[in-house]
């Protein structure tokens, strides 16, 4: 059964550096999500793409966060100067177009020092 | 509450006992769904159950929502250590888009002690 997968699986960054979270979704999923949860948290919504293009992002992607899908499987998640609050789980899902069910990888652990 | 509220926050039972966990939202929505996440890994989807059905099972999962009544029930039938994790209710908000985002509540940590 094909998985989303994400590297690393654990990145630990020192604050003010920059980080790219990777993912591979399931091949034939079009939407695209980032998810994050602070430990003890909620998931939290991050952004959705969809066509190669944001389709809707939270309050908490601000402009530190960019994502993209620089080719037909990867889809990433960049925070251009981490800070010690963006320490977190982050989650990759992807859906497919016609159904609502989303698809999770198993998460990149971020610490950020 | 807020959007996707959980309750029971934390639930303990025998092997072989049936446990239920709640779920309470503010918006309409599209559709719901149940998450289970084991301890530091990831989301995996167990069932999802939209605005116009009641009721739904999948194995040992037996799914039920109240729109009126902005609720959900998630019962798991016949416990097994192995369901020993936290489960999550997420809503799909029924804000007239197609993106789908998932609103989750904090979660029902069940421990089942064989």
């Known amino acids: 059964e094909p998985e989303v997968t994400q590297t690393p699986s654990h990145q630990v960054t020192q604050m003010g550096q920059e980080v790219i979270l990777r993912c591979v979704p399931i091949s034939n999923h079009l939407y695209f999500y980032w998810y994050r949860q602070i430990l003890g948290q909620k998931v939290e919504f991050l952004v959705s793409?969809?066509?190669?293009?944001?389709?809707?992002k939270s309050e908490i992607f601000d402009d530190q966060f960019s994502v993209e899908r620089p080719d037909g499987s990867n889809f990433t998640l960049k925070i251009r100067s981490t800070k010690l609050e963006d320490s977190a789980m982050y989650f990759c899902a992807g859906r497919h177009l016609s159904s609502y069910e989303q698809y999770f990888g198993p998460g990149t652990r971020l610490t950020v020092t | 509450s807020q959007q996707g509220e959980e309750d029971p926050q934390a639930l303990s039972i025998q092997e072989g006992e049936n446990a239920t966990m709640n779920c309470s939202y503010k918006t309409s929505i599209n559709n719901l769904q149940w998450y289970r996440q084991n301890s530091g890994r990831g989301l995996v989807h167990l069932i999802l159950i939209r605005s116009n059905e009641r009721e739904k099972h999948s194995g040992r999962l037996r799914v039920t929502l109240d729109t009126s009544k902005k609720s959900s029930s998630l019962l798991i039938t016949a416990s097994r250590a192995a369901d020993t994790a936290s489960y999550f209710c997420a809503t799909d908000p029924n804000s007239g888009g197609s993106n789908y985002k998932l609103t989750f509540g904090k979660g029902t940590l069940l421990t089942v002690n064989p």
């Open positions: 793409f969809y066509n190669n293009e944001i389709s809707e």
